[in-house]
């Protein structure tokens, strides 16, 4: 079942703009990941923040992390036409003996 | 450092034929987990392996089942083949698996699996 649960489910966006996506879950964490997808190929892994953090940057990425609100966001900001892909949250529970959860993802467009 | 290589990419079969799908990790990764996205389940875990030995297995029925050779290559089959089964099947490779989901997965291409 889906713990990671992303929203908008679509979102589209003029080049430059900010592009911000969130991601709730349910049960405790102990870290949570972004992933990205360009159109059905293989995930690859953006960020990864830890449930003792709350706020991590990546390049034009920024992620924050509420753990009371069990909720997470990703920012792109300016974006671009190469970031169009579909963005989805992943959630490691304790242990580290229990696989990922993703989330259904949201598909973002950037338009040139 | 190669990526995680799935072959083959795609796949057409028929109802009720069988499957194999293979995966080999990035080199010195020795744990294996297989996904399995549709547009409406989203993405679903399968199975891991680590060591040759099934660590975890997803919610999926016994037609689903896999296995890891010594050099942590992996492969999958599915038996009896729905129409649902209609997919595509992502592998992911682990450097650390003592410490398993808690660190990054690196994923393949995946598998586009067309059941017909």
């Known amino acids: 079942s889906q713990q990671g649960e992303e929203d908008p489910q679509a979102l589209s966006i003029q080049e430059g703009e900010n592009a911000t996506m969130n991601c709730s879950y349910k049960t405790s964490i102990n870290n949570l990941q972004w992933y990205r997808q360009n159109s059905g190929r293989g995930l690859v892994h953006l960020i990864l923040?830890?449930?003792?953090?709350r706020e991590k940057h990546s390049g034009r990425l920024r992620v924050t992390l509420d753990t009371s609100k069990k909720s997470s966001s990703l920012l792109i900001t300016a974006s671009r036409a190469a970031d169009t892909a579909s963005y989805f949250c992943?959630?490691?529970?304790?242990?580290?003996?229990?696989?990922?959860?993703f989330g259904k993802g949201t598909r973002l467009s950037v338009i040139a | 450092k190669a990526g995680v290589t799935q072959t083959p990419r795609y796949l057409i079969k028929t109802r009720g034929q069988q499957v194999t799908l293979s995966c080999s990790p990035i080199?010195?990764?020795?744990?294996v987990s297989w996904y399995q996205q549709t547009p409406g389940q989203g993405l679903q875990f399968l199975f891991e392996y680590f060591s040759e030995t099934q660590r975890n297995k997803g919610n999926f029925p016994g037609r689903f089942s896999g296995r890891q050779f010594s050099n942590s290559r992996s492969e999958m089959n599915v038996s009896t083949l729905e129409l649902g089964d209609s997919a595509l099947y992502l592998c992911a490779s682990i450097p650390a698996p003592a410490r398993s989901y808690t660190d990054t997965q690196y994923f393949g291409p995946g598998t586009r699996l067309t059941v017909l």
């Open positions: 080199s010195g990764h020795r744990s």
């Open positions: 992943a959630t490691a529970p304790p242990g580290g003996n229990t696989p990922l959860v």
């Open positions: 923040i830890r449930s003792n953090e």
